[in-house]
């Protein structure tokens, strides 16, 4: 099967792709700074779990063990934007 | 041993740059940095990124490469 064909160059694509979102997007005060930052996070969340998936063979791990990484980049993302939206804007 | 002692100090890097990033972040909502005092957040974001290209270099070496 050619290479271009592979899941994996798929996934490769998808992940460049969500970067150009989040660096020529969200981040360019293109939006109010709530929806650049679930934004940001929420892609940054995504693309870690694609990595692990994809790149790291947890496609193949034991359900277990999958359940645990992928809880992994939900838990920081909902910590990071808890400690976002819990303390007032400074400014 | 070759797996877990690299991702092992990698691990203990990134605990150390998380505690480093909280402290800035506790720091900075009480105003503790401005232009001109600055040497903290600089040497703590440096910190961060050599841990972030030691991962560049670590991942291809572990994950992308194909065992010879």
Partial sequence: MS????????????????????????????????????????????????????????????????????????????????????????? | MWYFTLTGIHLLHVVFGTSLLSYLWVRSRRRAYNSLQRVVPECVASYWHLVDLLWIVIFPLLYLQKAA
């Fill in chain 1, 3 to 91: 290479v271009l064909r592979e899941r994996v160059t798929m996934v490769w694509l998808g992940l460049v792709v969500l970067t150009c979102v989040t660096t020529w997007g969200l981040s360019k005060d293109l939006f109010i700074p709530a929806v650049g930052v679930i934004g940001i996070f929420s892609i940054a969340a995504i693309k870690v779990s694609y990595v692990m998936l994809d790149f790291m063979e947890l496609r193949y791990a034991p359900i277990p063990v999958r359940s645990a990484f992928q809880a992994w980049p939900v838990i920081v993302a909902a910590m990071i934007l808890g400690f976002w939206f819990a303390t007032p804007s400074l400014t």
